[in-house]
């Protein structure tokens, strides 16, 4: 009785590591059964837009949206007018807008033709502008 018994507890065991050896194993966590939904496709936005379920700080935004115009014309430097050159030094990190002083008046209104060009509506939004009259 005792060799019978011990013969179905080794063949339980034999049985139990078996269907643990034998069944799929699954590394992402997810229950077979419980497929992900997947989710529909969203349309693109038209550019500048934001998604109906967008929350942030309209003060971030618009520092962002500054800086990245300022970013954009850093990549157009340097810049020359009859009046006025701009410019940018990469290892100062520093503007540089050489007006002409023979006529100071038309190379600022170069300066802010410049700017106004490329979406920048005041020398304000450019950190460490030097205005140097030669």
Do not use: C
């Not at 430097?77 to 050159?85: C, D, S, V």
């Not at 503007?95 to 170069?110: E, R």
């Not at 920048?120 to 030669?134: A, F, H, P, R």
């Amino acid at each position: 009785m005792k060799k019978i018994f011990l013969i179905l507890v080794v063949l339980a065991l034999a049985l139990l590591v078996l269907v643990f050896l034998l069944l799929p194993k699954n590394k992402t966590g997810v229950i077979p059964s419980q497929s992900p939904v997947p989710s529909s496709p969203q349309a693109p936005l038209p550019k500048g837009a934001l998604p109906n379920n967008y929350v942030g700080d309209k003060n971030a935004d618009e520092t962002n949206r500054r800086a990245y115009l300022v970013g954009q014309l850093i990549n157009k430097l340097p810049i020359e007018e009859t009046h006025l050159l701009l410019s940018y030094d990469f290892n100062k990190n520093i503007f540089t807008a050489s007006v002409d002083s023979s006529d100071k008046n038309t190379g600022l209104a170069q300066l802010d033709a410049v700017l106004k060009t490329n979406g920048i509506e005041s020398t304000s939004w450019i950190n460490n502008l030097q205005i140097v009259y030669k």
